[in-house]
């Protein structure tokens, strides 16, 4: 499970990291309850507009983004890009405490912060390849995630003890002063990140940055991911809004809110432990996860106490971790290495891009038909999405139930025959190309093109294209693949 950690520059950047997430949670738990209730009447549409603005500009900067990610020395534009985040943290706090903060200054703050992140997210995602290698790239996305929800589990319930006691305005300081650590952290690593070679260099700007768009369009198992996690993203994800108006909707205070969001965190960090311990991100554990989002919100909606419905937060956490693990992991381990970064930003930007749809509409939900609509929300988001993914399994995929002397057999494009050698065709439902097609098996047919980490030599967006493209062919046909070139990582998340 923790396996990741034996590397030493992960090791640094996992213990840095966990730092400054405790910092960034207590500064986003502050910021909701701020516009809430310091700064409006308790207008939730005021806490969707933050969203919005905060998450807009990872949509409209994707193409940079994702190739600044590809180009730079990931290290060094982290290092830039936490250093604004400091400073962010610090402006705003200083109002804070001054008295002089009002919502427009809010607003602007969650639009730098929003641009800012739109580069850091891409570059600190990929930059985890840099520390560990591929083959050990789903394990520390999995990590990461732990990282994320341990900090979710301490930061929320923390800023909601000191908003009482010190005032919102100190606690964006003292998130500033946390990024000193991933600041050290990033001093200490000496991964450097590799530049691409002369050959990609030399492609036109232009399609450098519409590359992953390119890669993406001819990858229909990342088409699928990507809108299921859009509408779970837009509609189910707006925790902010959904805490802040369901704590107020109960009666309860700052403190109980904070205390939202630790429990929440406690099925989160279960949920990224139990990711790091698979051997591979699974498309199927995704369509499994939206699902269970849509049950859960569903069962949130009608809980009649505080403590039922935190209680429900537990499961709803456990569901979006592995699911954002999941995806995560299936998007890095799976991209080709030349455009990886491009690929990540177009998953963070449908990810967060989702925010300034969904956020303001949720928050008029709350406003207008009472916070359970948001739940409600929800659930409908997530079950549509469950529905997406169940098509694609059964049309793409060809996946097959049959009854046989009473028990109930599945087959899909890669496992057709239910009297195949179990030895030989033993392969998951969502394995790549490469396993499926080995020894003579079936090569996957129109739903499912996961290339391995390979070569590292330079790659056209036509040879991408081609990569992408290749288990879009028509199915049945029979081929073999050598595994030393092709079938290099599997990892998790």
Not at 54 to 67: E, R, T, Y
């Amino acid at each position: 499970m923790f396996r990741s950690l034996s590397v030493r520059d992960y090791r640094i950047w996992f213990f840095g990291a966990l730092v400054s997430n405790i910092g960034a949670w207590m500064q986003t738990t502050t910021q909701s309850w701020v516009v809430l209730t310091e700064l409006t009447d308790n207008n939730a549409s005021a806490v969707g507009t933050t969203m919005a603005l905060q998450f807009g500009p990872q949509l409209l900067l994707v193409p940079f983004s994702g190739a600044v990610a590809d180009r730079f020395d990931r290290r060094r534009v982290l290092m830039v890009t936490q250093s604004l985040l400091m400073l962010l943290a610090a402006g705003l706090g200083l109002l804070l405490i001054t008295g002089l903060a009002e919502l427009w200054h809010l607003y602007g703050f969650a639009l730098a912060l929003g641009i800012v992140n739109a580069f850091d997210t891409t570059s600190r995602q990929a930059f985890v390849s840099d520390l560990v290698g591929v083959n050990q790239t789903s394990n520390a996305v999995a990590l990461n995630s732990a990282s994320f929800n341990s900090a979710r589990l301490i930061g929320p319930a923390v800023a909601g003890v000191l908003i009482a006691i010190i005032g919102s305005g100190w606690v964006f300081m003292i998130n500033a002063v946390s990024f000193l650590a991933v600041l050290g952290a990033l001093a200490a690593i000496r991964t450097r990140h590799k530049k691409p070679p002369a050959a990609d260099r030399r492609e036109p700007q232009m399609q450098q940055l519409l590359a992953g768009f390119t890669y993406v369009r001819r990858r229909h198992d990342l088409l699928v991911i990507f809108v299921m996690v859009f509408l779970v993203g837009a509609f189910s994800m707006n925790f902010p809004v959904i805490s802040s108006t369901m704590a107020l909707e109960f009666g309860r205070g700052a403190s109980d809110y904070g205390l939202l969001s630790s429990v929440l965190a406690v099925g989160s960090l279960a949920g990224a432990l139990l990711a790091a311990r698979r051997p591979a991100a699974r498309m199927r554990v995704v369509i499994l996860a939206v699902g269970g989002i849509g049950t859960v919100s569903l069962v949130a909606s009608i809980m009649p106490t505080f403590w039922t419905f935190a209680a429900t937060l537990v499961f709803f956490g456990f569901a979006t971790s592995t699911m954002l693990t999941t995806a995560n992991g299936f998007v890095q381990t799976t991209a080709t290495p030349a455009v990886r970064g491009r690929v990540l930003a177009l998953y963070m930007a449908i990810l967060m891009g989702g925010t300034p749809i969904g956020a303001p509409l949720v928050g008029i939900a709350a406003d207008v038909l009472g916070p359970r609509s948001t739940l409600i929300i929800s659930a409908l988001a997530g079950l549509l999405a469950f529905g997406i993914g169940l098509a694609w399994l059964f049309t793409e995929r060809q996946l097959r139930f049959h009854r046989v002397d009473g028990r109930w057999h599945v087959t899909h494009v890669g496992r057709p025959d239910l009297q195949a050698d179990r030895r030989r065709q033993a392969e998951t439902l969502t394995a790549p190309v490469s396993v499926l097609g080995r020894e003579g098996a079936p090569v996957i047919g129109a739903g499912e093109s996961a290339p391995q980490e390979g070569s590292t030599e330079a790659i056209s967006i036509d040879g991408l294209v081609a990569a992408a493209g290749e288990a879009n062919e028509e199915g049945g046909r029979d081929g073999t693949t050598d595994d030393a070139g092709e079938r290099q990582d599997r990892p998790k998340r």
